[in-house]
């Protein structure tokens, strides 16, 4: 890229000069985010050694099962800010009425079904671990059907953050005429 920059602006030096200058910045930002990245990977491969002679390895299994939650505790409130996969590449050229409609569709068709069939199994995965008071083959041992029961727990916040969001696509196929109308006049 660079030599294809310099070769088109043979005729325009200075053109030429500032892309290497871009290029070397470019490259220096890169060489100073893997140096960074070095350190801290290094500090936290420390920090994990220190905590396991220190802590036992409690520490390193409880930072899992909290990480765990966390992670799909927090895939609702990822569903309300859309930071989630959406098909925006296709729907973003549409009018809001059209995607309102094909968010309705796609809920309905693929979004409901998986959570509900992730909600199924989940709270079987939950069931048979607290019917037989599972525990961790780990040297701690902890109960492990707290932690699995975090699995329909957000299966539920999911079904009802995507019932929110057919809500306000619903709101936005109703309101939207009505709006359009009042701005037209």
Known sequence: M?????????????????????????????VKL????????????????IRLRVFGYFSYESSNFIFGAHFMLVAGYGLLYGSHVHIDLFTSRLSQKTQAVISIICYLILFFPFML???????????????????????????????????????????LQGLSEVIKSIVTISILPELSDEVFE
Do not use: D, M
Not at 4 to 22: A, D, E, P, Q, V
Not at 124 to 140: N, Q, R
């Open 34 to 49: 893997l140096v960074i990245s070095s350190i801290v990977l290094s500090l936290s491969g420390s920090y994990t050694a």
């Open 117 to 159: 069939v992730w909600l199924y199994y989940g709270w079987g995965y939950f069931y048979s671990s607290w019917s037989t008071l599972e525990k961790s083959v780990s040297f701690w041992g902890p109960t492990l059907y707290p932690i699995k029961f975090v699995i329909p727990l957000a299966a539920i916040f999911l079904i």
């Open 2 to 30: 660079i030599f294809k920059c310099c070769l088109s602006s043979l005729k325009n030096i200075s053109t030429c000069h500032r892309c290497l200058y871009s290029s070397a910045i470019v490259s220096t930002v890169q």
